[in-house]
């Protein structure tokens, strides 16, 4: 809560002023979010609280890092944002530290509980479900015209998914079509066609060993994966311990072949966020599928280290 | 096994014999026809496990496909992952029963079950703390590695009864033993809770856990499962009779010469390490230990040897039964093992509580 001084803030508050004065005259903003509610701002917000890390990572991107106030307490990218004040997660979000930073807007993600009693509080709160590719470019849409920067978003959208069609255009050949088995959680909980991960991987090429009528994240029968018996596994840091000595799972081709790859949790971040990174998630996929081509993928040499957050 | 559960049905049915022989004049022939109606259930719940057993070897991740094709994925699927995990629910199922049914006795209280003395909050917050500690720094990672989910359930759920024990200052009163039992339950159940909301990473595991598994059932755990089995069978059928006194009213067992405090300790001991083993393996499952007992009672009057024995079997193929049921209704995907124990058993004892209301209206069923 003290990370800027009283001089800080006139010098930031002097920043605006100028940055306002050169830019054109403040017309309402109004934007329909993802439970259909139209939120209308007087003009282009100045003070923002993000309550989800993607939202976060998509405000940095758009190069309006210094607007964000506060934070979840999972938004740790980019590293700026983790001297910001914490607000807590979805469901103990801290109301009141929240409503002292005097946010022009809120942007949360469309489940967090806190929704409702901040707007009972006069606060306007943008509500965005990012889970899909098709999310992703919607939400960076509504966040261009949230901080007037329709341009860049466009813009950026772009360059994501440039990236991720060149990421796909450069995998050698025997780096397609493989058969990959994504796990999200040791339950064993798979990642679908129909989640995030598996969009990625189909636009790499690669072979879901889990088919679209699952839904984004089935638990599964461990002897179905067995028996799809992948050629990649992906699988976070928090859940890779014990997975080759799991009951008969030393007979898949991944296992025996050492094709396992480990994310570690820096990377299982940019992997489970649908955000303006997922263009490095396409890169991280591709860069294990090459490696996994070539032959055995080594596990990560740095031990499991990960403050609470996300799905590692 | 099968002989001396039935010698201790004759010979101690004199002692429930006061509610369920009609007149003493038939009280020996009654004793007779109870013991051979006990075999009979006996040899016949032995056999539905058996038949289960190769049901469950039949049906995996493609619903119904038995061993038709002779490949070495076949072989491999049928002997490292069907057979362990079918024989681990089946173990699992009867130490939960064994547990419930030591507990009821204990208790003298037809709603005690396994996790009466605060095992599974303790088994939860385990898991949680292990789950919590991994990625704070590399050396709890490592330590938590070696201690594995299982250890950390274990260790848990034996801790909550020790820890329940303290509270209530001994084995001597029951009452006291009950409400420490809620009080750790709902302490550490808030711990496991808190864990959980600080890191949503582990939200998912945890809920796994919660709603118990048996996907991951090898082998070792099958070992594990079947000679802590042996062990409670043992222990608890040897207080047998003591429970059998107990039904009598703690004085008048005592007055028949009961060391009840050894007993207790005993019995307690053999609660905790049942639930302890089965709740490391395959998480919380619900309903079974609750719902056995009171299947076994409902098919006729028995004395504790019988019950015990019974309701182990019965708890073996109810929890068998309904993990063949998650494999098989939405395969491949699996439903929580849990629910479906719960959907089993409590419809089976909500539809006998409907069909004989005058039965079940006292406490303790025909106890």
Not at chain 1, 45 to 71: M, Q, W, Y
Not at chain 1, 177 to 189: M, Q
């Amino acid at each position: 809560m003290k990370s800027m001084g009283p001089l800080g803030r006139a010098a930031l508050s002097l920043a605006t002023l100028v940055l306002t004065a050169t830019s054109a005259v403040a017309a309402p903003i109004t934007i329909q979010d993802d439970r259909g509610h139209t939120v209308t701002l007087p003009d282009v917000p100045r003070r923002i609280v993000s309550l989800l890390p993607s939202l976060t990572e998509t405000i940095c991107e758009l190069g309006d890092c210094a607007k964000v106030v506060g934070v979840d307490r999972f938004s740790n990218f980019p590293a700026s944002v983790q001297k910001l004040p914490r607000l807590g997660g979805l469901d103990d979000t801290s109301i009141e530290a929240l409503v002292a930073l005097k946010p022009d807007v809120v942007v949360a993600g469309v489940s967090a509980r806190v929704i409702d009693r901040l707007e009972g509080l006069g606060l306007r709160v943008l509500a965005l479900e990012p889970k899909s590719m098709n999310d992703v470019q919607r939400v960076l849409g509504k966040m261009g015209r949230l901080l007037g920067k329709e341009d860049d978003a466009r813009r950026l959208w772009n360059r994501v998914d440039g990236h991720i069609a060149q990421s796909a255009a450069t995998l050698p050949p025997a780096a397609r079509g493989l058969s990959v088995y994504y796990e999200v959680d040791a339950g064993p909980y798979g990642a679908g066609t129909a989640s995030f991960m598996g969009e990625i991987l189909a636009r790499l090429g690669a072979k879901n060993i889990i088919p679209a009528e699952l839904g984004p994240f089935p638990k599964l029968n461990p002897e179905f994966i067995v028996r799809a018996d992948p050629q990649v596994i992906m699988v976070g840091q928090r859940n890779a311990a014990g997975l080759p000595q799991r009951p008969g799972w030393s007979a898949i081709r991944a296992v025996k072949q050492q094709r396992i790859c480990v994310w570690v949790p820096a990377e299982s971040d940019v992997l489970v966020r649908p955000g303006p990174r997922m263009s490095e998630a396409a890169a991280l996929m591709a860069r294990c599928l090459r490696e996994a081509a070539q032959g055995p993928v080594a596990w990560p040499t740095t031990p499991f280290n990960a403050p609470p957050g996300g799905m590692r | 096994m099968r002989a001396k559960s039935a010698s201790s049905a004759t010979s101690a049915s004199s002692a429930s014999s006061a509610s369920s022989a009609p007149s003493a004049a038939s009280a020996s022939s009654a004793a007779s026809t109870a013991s051979a109606r006990i075999a009979a259930q006996f040899v016949a719940l032995l056999v539905l496990g058996a038949v289960l057993l190769a049901l469950g070897l039949a049906i995996g991740s493609l619903g119904w496909s038995p061993w038709t094709e002779a490949g070495d994925t076949m072989r491999l699927i049928l002997w490292d992952i069907r057979a362990p995990r079918s024989l681990g629910a089946w173990l699992a199922g009867a130490l939960l029963a064994l547990a419930g049914a030591v507990a009821q006795g204990l208790f003298r209280n037809p709603l005690a079950d396994p996790y009466l003395l605060g095992c599974s909050a303790g088994a939860s917050l385990g898991v949680a703390a292990l789950l919590f500690v991994m990625g704070i720094s590399p050396a709890a990672a490592a330590l938590a590695l070696r201690v594995g989910m299982t250890g950390a359930a274990f260790v848990g759920a034996i801790g909550a009864v020790l820890l329940t024990l303290v509270l209530a200052r001994g084995v001597t009163q029951s009452l006291r033993l009950l409400l420490a039992g809620v009080v750790v339950g709902v302490v550490l159940g808030s711990g496991a809770a808190l864990l959980t909301l600080m890191n949503p990473d582990i939200l998912r595991a945890m809920q796994a856990f919660m709603l118990g598994s048996t996907g991951y059932v090898g082998w070792s755990a099958v070992q594990v499962m079947a000679v802590a089995l042996g062990l409670c069978l043992l222990t608890a059928l040897g207080c047998s009779r003591t429970l059998d006194a107990l039904t009598l009213g703690e004085d008048t067992a005592r007055s028949l010469g009961q060391r009840l405090t050894l007993i207790r300790l005993l019995l307690i001991a053999t609660l905790s390490l049942a639930t302890g083993a089965a709740v490391a393996q395959c998480g919380l499952i619900a309903f079974v230990g609750l719902v056995a007992p009171h299947l076994v009672r409902s098919w006729g009057p028995t004395t504790h040897g019988a019950l015990l024995l019974l309701s182990a079997l019965t708890g073996g193929a109810l929890l068998l039964a309904a993990d063949i049921a998650a494999r098989w209704v939405i395969a491949p995907q699996e439903l929580p093992v849990g629910i479906i124990t719960a959907l089993l058993g409590g419809s089976y004892l909500l539809w006998l509580m409907h069909r004989r209301k005058a039965h079940f209206g006292g406490a303790g069923g025909s106890q």
